[in-house]
C-alpha cells in the first residue's frame, strides 16, 4: 500500500445505509468517497481515481453492474466489490465471471466487509521493493488515464513478466519503465536502457551481447554486454520495433535459452534479466510486413502497456508546465517565473505532436527568450510555431503555399502580371482571380526589387 490512507469509492442510493457503510470504512482507516447513483460515481472518478469501488447493484438508473462495466472499459485494473440485498447465486457467478473482485449480499458482516476491502486493497498495493510514491518519481500527473496505466504497472512489476510500452515519441515510455523497475523486486539491481534505432546494426549485436578481444576490427579487449550489465536488474530496449531482424533472432534465443553468447564466442553465459521493451511502431503491422518476428513478439509482449499522448490527458498541462517552469526559475535563478494566463492557454490548447518532451521544450525556449518574470502568450507561440507543433489543415495549407508562391513570382517580375501569368502557367484572366482571392495588387510589386 502506498503511504498515503488508501481511498474507497461507495456508490449506493439508499443514503442511511451509504452513511452507515462510510463511517464503517472510515473507522477502520480508509479514506471514503460517496455518490448515490451510478452517474454521479462516473463523474468522481473522473476526477479523482480511488483504489478500490464497492457498488451497490439495485440503483434507480445506472445499476452496479453497469457502474461495473463502464468502470471496466475505462479502468480494468479497479477492483470493484457489488453489494445486494438480492443476491442469488447466478448473479453472484455472473457478476465474477465479468471481473467484478468480489460479490456481498446484505444484511453482511462487518469483518467480511472489511476482510473483502482488505483483499480488494492488495491488488492496489506497491510490491516490495516500491517504497511509497518513490517508484513513479518523475511522472507527474492527475489524469485518470494515467493512473489507471500506473496501477496496472505497480501490478506487473511485482511479476517478472516481460513488458512492452507503446506510446508515441517523447510521451515518456522510459519513465514508465524506470518505475516498473523501481516498484519491482529488482530495484536494488541496474536499470540499463539501450535505444535499439540508435545503434548500427553492425554494432547491436556487440553491444547486447558482448565480445571477445579479436572477434572484429576494434575488439581489442573483452566487453562485457547489456545482458550482463544488467545482470539481476531490467534490461530496457527502447524502439525495439526498429531493431534488425538478424538481432531479433539472437535476442529471441536469448530470451528463449536465457544465456547469451557474447561475438566470437562458442560459451553461453547466464543470465537473469527482465526485459521491457518500448516503441512507437505498431509491431502487429511490422509483423505483417515481415519486418518483425512473431514470435520474439509474444516475448516481448506478455503485458502491453499504453502510454497516452499528451493532448489525451490535457488536464496534466497545466501540472508538467508549472514543473517545468520551475526547473528552469532554479537554472536560470529567476524565482518569480510565471506564465501569463494567455499563455497557460496557448499551451493547454496546442496538439502537441512531440507530447512531454516538446512542452519541456517549449517551456524552456520560452524561458530562455522572457524578458521578464511573467512568460507572455507571444513567446509561447513563437516557441509553438518553431517546432511547427500542429499541422495545418489542407485547405489552410494551400492557401498559404498558393499566396506566398503569387508573391514571390510577382516580386520576380516586379508586378508585370503578363510575365508573372506566364511563368505560372496561367492566363491572364485567370491569374487575377488568383490575386483577387489573396487580396494582392500587382501595383505592390512596382519597381521592387527582383529576385534572381
Not at 447513483?37 to 439495485?58: F, K, M, Y
Not at 489525451?312 to 520551475?326: G, M, Q, S, T, V
Not at 502537441?352 to 521578464?372: D, F, K, M
Request: glycine letters at 6%; one cysteine or more.
Amino acid at each position: 500500500m502506498s503511504s498515503e490512507t488508501p481511498k474507497i469509492l461507495l456508490v449506493d442510493d439508499d443514503k442511511d445505509l451509504l452513511q452507515l457503510i462510510a463511517m464503517r470504512l472510515t473507522a477502520a482507516g480508509y479514506a471514503v468517497a460517496t455518490a448515490d447513483s451510478g452517474e454521479s460515481a462516473l463523474a468522481s472518478l473522473a476526477v479523482s481515481r480511488p483504489q478500490l469501488v464497492i457498488t451497490d447493484l439495485r440503483m434507480q438508473g445506472m445499476d452496479g453492474l453497469a457502474l461495473f462495466d463502464a468502470i471496466h472499459r475505462h479502468a480494468p485494473g479497479l477492483p470493484v466489490v457489488i453489494l445486494t440485498a438480492h443476491g442469488t447465486i447466478p448473479e453472484a457467478v455472473t457478476a465474477t465471471r465479468r471481473g467484478v473482485f468480489s460479490f456481498l449480499t446484505k444484511p453482511f458482516d462487518s469483518k467480511v466487509l472489511l476482510d473483502t476491502v482488505s483483499d480488494a486493497l492488495r491488488l492496489s498495493s506497491v510490491p516490495a521493493g516500491g517504497r511509497g510514491e518513490d517508484w513513479r518519481a518523475g511522472i507527474i500527473t492527475r489524469s485518470p488515464a494515467m493512473e489507471d496505466l500506473l496501477a496496472q504497472a505497480r501490478r506487473v512489476a511485482a511479476s517478472d513478466a516481460s513488458v512492452c510500452i507503446y506510446g508515441q515519441s517523447g510521451t515518456g515510455k522510459e519513465l514508465l519503465a524506470r518505475a516498473i523497475h523501481r516498484s519491482s523486486r529488482r530495484a536494488g539491481a541496474s536499470f540499463v536502457a539501450v535505444n535499439c534505432s540508435a545503434i548500427p546494426e553492425g554494432l547491436l549485436e556487440s553491444e547486447l551481447f558482448g565480445h571477445r578481444k579479436g572477434s572484429f576490427t576494434g575488439a581489442t579487449q573483452d566487453r562485457r554486454g547489456l545482458f550482463q550489465a544488467a545482470e539481476g536488474g531490467t534490461l530496457f530496449l527502447d524502439e525495439v520495433g526498429d531493431m534488425p531482424l538478424a538481432i531479433q533472432v539472437k535476442l529471441l534465443r536469448a530470451l528463449e535459452e536465457r544465456v547469451v553468447r557474447p561475438v566470437g564466442s562458442n560459451d553461453a553465459i547466464a543470465v537473469d534479466v527482465r526485459i521491457v521493451s518500448a516503441t512507437h511502431r505498431r509491431l502487429e503491422e511490422r509483423i505483417a510486413a515481415g519486418e518483425f518476428r512473431e514470435d520474439l513478439y509474444y516475448r516481448l509482449n506478455v503485458v502491453k502497456l499504453s502510454l497516452p499522448a499528451l493532448s489525451e490527458r490535457r488536464e496534466d498541462i497545466p501540472l508538467l508546465a508549472n514543473h517545468f517552469l520551475e526547473r528552469m526559475a532554479k537554472r536560470y535563478d529567476r524565482p518569480r517565473l510565471a506564465f501569463s494566463p494567455e499563455a497557460m492557454q496557448l499551451l493547454v490548447s496546442a496538439s502537441w505532436p512531440g507530447n512531454v518532451r516538446q512542452l519541456l521544450n517549449v517551456v524552456e525556449q520560452s524561458v530562455a527568450l522572457s524578458a521578464t518574470e511573467v512568460v507572455p502568450a507571444s513567446l509561447v507561440s513563437q516557441a509553438l510555431d518553431a517546432r511547427d507543433s500542429s499541422l495545418t489543415p489542407l485547405d489552410e495549407a494551400r492557401r498559404a503555399f498558393e499566396r506566398d508562391y503569387l508573391v514571390r513570382i510577382l516580386k520576380i517580375t516586379s508586378g508585370n502580371v503578363t510575365q508573372a501569368a506566364r511563368l505560372a502557367g496561367r492566363n491572364r484572366t485567370e491569374f487575377y482571380r488568383l490575386l483577387e482571392r489573396h487580396a494582392l495588387e500587382p501595383g505592390m510589386f512596382k519597381g521592387a526589387p527582383q529576385l534572381h
